[in-house]
């Protein structure tokens, strides 16, 4: 049981290039997120599924775009990167009901755009 | 809107030492309430919730924290730590009607031998 997985685990991309961050679950759980994380600033949320086939925008979604591939996957796109989007990515998931569940963390993906 | 303010960026206690990390948030309800442990080059994990009931809870590895309406706190606490309490710790929360978590800046525990 791998809980929450994340590839890559570093990236390292130019200015202006694209890439997708992978993430998959294997608790069964019907919602999954996308949070970046900036130093002093916590983790805000960028994407959120509540359920297979909806996405919603979350506090910093500008320059990403997530597929719901199915219940297990969650994907999270940079179309054209930007120094600003150097960051530590995280994906979580959680059961679907209660605004209290807890959400499980993958281990992150530390993205440097040069 | 909704924010969590943790006053202290980082932490230092000796081994042994007790432990308290301030978690205050400023919303009209009470929300639900999550104080998360990031470990080194780790992902999240939840060390505790509240969202109803009894003001004190109890989570994993020790810790406890109390829930102050009139402060609008959330402090976390530990007796007596330990070397592996060092870490970084996120207090969240959820406006009761959502599913969105909310976090607070972060505290950076150093445990000193």
């Known amino acids: 049981n791998a809980g929450v997985t994340q590839t890559p685990k570093f990236q390292v991309l130019k200015t202006g290039q694209s890439m997708t961050l992978q993430c998959a679950q294997d608790m069964n759980h019907n919602s999954m997120y996308w949070y970046r994380q900036d130093p002093g600033m916590g983790l805000r949320l960028i994407y959120y599924s509540a359920s297979e086939g909806t996405t919603d925008k979350g506090e910093v979604p500008n320059g990403y775009n997530v597929s719901r591939l199915n219940k297990r996957e969650f994907s999270l796109r940079l179309e054209s990167a930007a120094p600003s989007q150097t960051s530590v990515y995280f994906c979580?998931?959680?059961?679907?009901?209660?605004?209290?569940?807890?959400?499980?963390f993958g281990p992150g993906t530390r993205l440097t755009v040069l | 809107a909704q924010s969590v303010t943790q006053p202290d960026i980082h932490i230092t206690v000796s081994e042994g030492a007790s432990l308290e990390l301030r978690c205050n948030y400023s919303y009209g309800a009470t929300p639900y309430l999550f104080w998360y442990v990031q470990s080194p080059g780790q992902g999240l994990q939840l060390l505790l919730k509240y969202f109803s009931g009894d003001t004190l809870v109890q989570g994993i590895k020790g810790f406890e924290a109390e829930f102050k309406r009139s402060q609008s706190s959330f402090n976390l606490r530990k007796p007596s730590v330990h070397w592996s309490d060092a870490a970084e710790y996120f207090c969240a929360v959820i406006k009761a009607a959502g599913n969105k978590l909310t976090f607070g800046g972060g505290t950076r525990v150093l445990v000193k031998p």
């Open positions: 979580a998931s959680s059961e679907a009901g209660a605004s209290y569940n807890e959400q499980f």
